[in-house]
């Protein structure tokens, strides 16, 4: 069964989201913005999620992780919860 870990950066406005991947694709470290912004708990381990199966995340969420580059900065994706920044860290089939 395909395995995923990714990071993500969870912030409430599309903007803001946007904002931040300008910031990270010119050179800051993604854990350090998503310690600083992410209003997910996860945040304060730089975004980190850890390794997840497909249908353990939201369907969004899962579409991008299990079909994005992996080491890319994606998004901004807009789930039930906000607007999400996510780097796929890995993925196995």
């Known amino acids: 069964m395909a395995k995923a870990s990714a990071r993500h ?19 800051a470290d ?17 975004g980190a999620l850890g390794e997840f199966s497909p249908g353990q995340m939201v369907k969004e969420f899962d579409e991008v992780v299990f079909s994005g580059a992996i080491g890319k900065v994606l998004g901004p994706v807009k ?3 906000g607007y999400h920044l996510i780097e796929v860290t890995n993925r196995t089939e």
């Open 9 to 27: 950066i969870l912030v409430p406005s599309e903007d803001n989201c946007n904002n931040l991947k300008v910031e990270i694709e010119a050179g």
């Open 30 to 46: 993604f854990a350090e913005v998503a310690k600083k912004h992410s209003q997910c708990p996860s945040g304060k381990q730089g």
């Open 79 to 81: 789930t039930q919860f």
